[in-house]
């Protein structure tokens, strides 16, 4: 098995391995949703805050590995496999992060949470971008519209447009360190408006291909 997809299968096990070890001496209620400001502002079951997370990330995992193996044009993925490996890895080390901090939280640190998931986001969306830059034309992976789908080159210019936007979303979330009241429009903006941008850019260029 690949480095990447064996650290990531290591991170998912220790996961489970650290809820079950914090278990016993948990409270029977924890905090598991916290709001824009980055306070909790919801719980759930013991069970439920300890192992939701490995869960999701056991099940994202498991459909990530399956993906290459169904894909009509999985020999177009084997030409990107270790960018895809790291992406699979660096959504699993995302989660775990995620993990470590509701579980510090709950252990009585306080802090603002949406504030400590921004460095988290940026690492997220600047692999996004790599992994845009080298996708190649395939049914589950990268940005899948009907224009991309149907033109090997309207795929890769809007990949290749992609990549770069997904660096820039990378670097404005950053900027959240700076306004913190507003740090969740510096995550969420960006790629919805990115993501639009992108669709219609997809339209646009087949049009221009088609005349």
Known sequence: MRPAIIIAAVLVFFSFVVGL???????????????????????????SGLFAIPIVSLVLFLV????????????????????YDAIVLVMVVFFFYVYVLSIWWNLGWR????????????????FMGLLLEKA???WFIGIRTPWTLSS??????????????FK???????????????????VIVPVVVFAIYLIAYSYVEYRRKKH
């Open 152 to 165: 090997e080159r309207v795929w890769n210019k809007t990949h290749k447009v992609g990549a770069r936007l």
């Open 64 to 83: 990530m590995l399956f993906i290459p193996r169904i894909d009509p044009r999985k020999e177009n993925i084997k030409k990107f496999q270790g960018y």
């Open 111 to 126: 802090f603002n949470f949406g504030i400590a998931l921004l460095p988290a986001f940026t690492v997220l969306f600047w």
């Open 136 to 138: 190649k034309m395939n």
């Open 21 to 47: 070890y914090l278990y016993p001496n948990m409270p029977a209620t924890l905090d598991s949703h916290w709001n824009s400001a980055g306070q909790a502002d919801g719980t759930s079951s013991k069970f």
């Open 168 to 186: 820039v979303a990378a670097l404005i979330t950053l900027l959240g360190l700076v306004f913190r009241d507003q740090a969740i429009l510096f």
